[in-house]
């Protein structure tokens, strides 16, 4: 065809004999070449078919709630390939009338044996079709089953991920193996060098005792062996119900996702039988502050060549908000602004060496291994802490250090320290949003607690309108509320509870001077 002549002609033209003058060039426009303009087509090349954008299409998420409940969502993204999953709202805050442990078991349990698939091999072969992989993950609130996959078999992941969701197996042999990870993964959790994950764990604990939130999110050993499948038939009777799901998609048509729903999720009838009248548990998360205390020697925790120095680590959190609250968006800058991190971190301005917490707490104090703040958000609660960790001898100090902080939160906030943590919110925010599983994790997790999703754009626009001002707000009705402190290690010179709630309601952050007759 022509593509080819014109391939061929520019061949000759590169084309140099190797002695004497270079060869007669011939031109495309010369007599023995057809006259093809470069803006039209070539003749005998198939039309090549182009992604339509109408403005908003680009941005939008499509969200569609099917008879059963279910909603279904979707946002485009182009490219070959999709990820796709269905969040639940399940997990271990809905665990006060069972056995605490069961969402731990159903995360390890994911992508098992199914009604049509004999073993997880069987999922993971009928995936590599595609070149795809799953996960399952379970946090406090949400349950997430995802797959990753070429947009062309989206049919068969809906199809796959339906039958992972409403019909395991939940083989003996298969519980037998889950109680083995879970036993596994309660000693590693004691075990690693890193206490953050054990810390997370207590504060919650310690915040909102016994309620929702704070109920364990690893399985307790006790309850290791007493979960079987009659109990989590049980649980997913009541909490994998349609109208606690949402089927999220990104880089997917809208109508073939929904599609795709009706066929495999609509009618279909899970493994434990028909819902009959469903008991689930609406209670709001309460609020009781406190302290959880573990002793624990911490002088070998890492051995090796540069073994850590034996620390001890400790939180100090105060409630924050829900995420569904206006005061949601500056409290997330507030976290931006206290920054900190581990005082072997290397990095430039972007790593938040700007933050509070290096500026004035690990640049000023060398002894102190790690001082960072995190915010953990829920539908009805939340709650700001910092963790600290430092040498045993030197707690007493680190606890002040620490509630300093907290009191100067509701203190004048400098625009230009503002500024940075918006600015590098925003960047944080819109960087995430590149990956494709990460879009997906907002786009469901957005759509399963408010019907809708709030658009990257829309969410920066709020965040640049947080003013020093709602800072010096929410910090200050922050600090009106009762401590959750959780502590690790060496506990001799820790500082009472008490006292520490003191320290916050003074004016400075200063603990109270403790009298001891014997040192």
Known sequence: GAAARLLRGSAVLCARP??????HRRFSSGATYPNIPLSSPLPGVPKPIFATVDGQEKFETKVTTLDNGLRVASQNKFGQFCTVGILINSGSRYEAKYLSGIAHFLEKLAFSSTARFDSKDEILLTLEKHGGICDCQTSRDTTMYAVSADSKGLDTVVDLLADVVLHPRLTDEEIEMTRMAVQFELEDLNMRPDPEPLLTEMIHEAAFRENT?????????????????????????????????VLAGVGVEHEHLVECARKYLVGAEPAWGAPGTVDVDRSVAQYTGGIIKVER?????????TPIPELTHIMVGLESCSFLEDDFIPFAVLNMMMGGGGS?????????????????VLNRHHWMYNATSYHHSYEDTGLLCIHASADPRQVREMVEIITKEFILMGRTVDLVELERAKTQLMSMLMMNLESRPVIFEDVGRQVLATHS????????????????????????????GKPAVPALGDLTDLPTYEHIQAALSSRNGHLPRSYRLFR
Do not use: Q, W
């Not at 190797?18 to 060869?23: I, K, L, M």
């Not at 364990?216 to 799901?245: G, Q």
């Not at 990257?456 to 309108?465: G, K, Q, S, V, Y």
């Open 453 to 480: 999703r709030k658009l990257p754009h829309e969410l920066c626009t709020l965040i640049r309108n947080v003013k020093p001002e709602d800072i010096k707000r929410v910090a200050s009705k922050m600090l009106r």
């Open 344 to 360: 072997f971190s290397a990095g430039g301005p972007g790593k938040g060496m700007f933050s509070r917490l290096y500026l004035n």
């Open 213 to 245: 939130v704070g109920l364990h999110r690893f399985c307790p050993v006790e309850n290791i062996a007493k979960i079987d499948r009659e109990v989590l038939h049980s649980y997913l009777k009541n909490y994998y119900t349609p109208d606690r799901m």
């Open 18 to 23: 190797r002695f004497g003058s270079p060869a």
């Open 297 to 305: 020697d911490m002088s070998n925790v890492s051995l090796g060549p």
